[in-house]
């Protein structure tokens, strides 16, 4: 089985500081991804990467960059936390372009 | 036009009976489809890949229509674990798109 783990399901954060959310995965996929989800907007797509080193921006990266040293670890990284950050974090990992992705359990994330 | 299209719900539905839901998509060029369900503050998980000719498993239909460019999901003699978000995910050349979702709630 796929596992993708996060390294927190809760976190609450102070207005400014710097968050970092990492992302780990054992099938040794290609793609990672990070999306946010909130209520009524579904997932939005912030960053992905198809291989270390790489990354892509999606449809929401501002105030988010990311880093991927290792196949296997995707991190997110908020510069300066704000209070419209405050939402779900998914991690999703993929093999290839038509296979399914694999969700990590999330990251509720607070900014206050 | 958003290019994935879900009916948001509810879907209030007795336990036993029968629903049906649908998600539309904007791009004819649209490769391979999915089903996804998220319980409530869970990740999202895969309920079933949709294939071309249609596919079953257990309780659960998923058909593709190409002309009309949507996908369904048919859900029989529904359960109360059935309760849930259903995600409709719609793969495009590199691009993984995902619709609002359809949240279902099966009634006692």
């Known amino acids: 089985d796929v596992k993708v783990t996060q390294s927190s399901r809760y976190l609450v954060k102070r207005t400014g500081e710097k968050v970092f959310l990492e992302c780990v995965q054992d099938?040794?996929?290609?793609?990672m991804f990070w999306y946010r989800q909130d209520p009524g907007l579904g997932l939005r797509l912030i960053y992905f990467?198809?291989?270390?080193?790489?990354?892509e921006k999606g449809d929401i990266p501002e105030g988010y960059s990311v880093s991927r040293e290792k196949k296997e670890r995707f991190s997110l990284i908020l510069e300066s936390a704000s209070t419209n950050q405050t939402s779900m974090y998914l991690c999703?990992?993929?093999?290839?372009?038509?296979?399914?992705?694999?969700f990590g359990p999330g990251t509720r994330l607070l900014v206050l | 036009r958003k290019e994935v299209e879900q009916d948001p719900g509810p879907f209030n539905v007795p336990e036993g009976a029968t629903v049906a839901f649908n998600c539309t998509y904007s791009?004819?060029?649209?490769?391979?489809f999915f089903w996804y369900r998220q319980d409530c503050r869970k990740e999202p998980k895969l309920l079933m890949s949709?294939?071309?000719s249609g596919n079953e498993d257990g309780r659960f239909t998923a058909q593709l229509n190409r002309a009309s460019q949507y996908i369904s999901l048919l859900i029989r003699d529904s359960k109360l674990s059935d309760s849930a978000t259903y995600l409709c995910?719609?793969?495009?050349?590199?691009?993984?798109?995902f619709g609002k979702g359809t949240r279902l709630h099966i009634l006692p």
């Open positions: 999703a990992s993929l093999a290839g372009t038509w296979e399914t992705q694999y």
């Open positions: 099938m040794d996929h290609e793609n």
């Open positions: 990467s198809y291989d270390v080193k790489m990354k």
């Open positions: 791009n004819s060029a649209s490769q391979s």
């Open positions: 949709v294939y071309s």
């Open positions: 995910v719609v793969n495009r050349d590199d691009k993984i798109i």
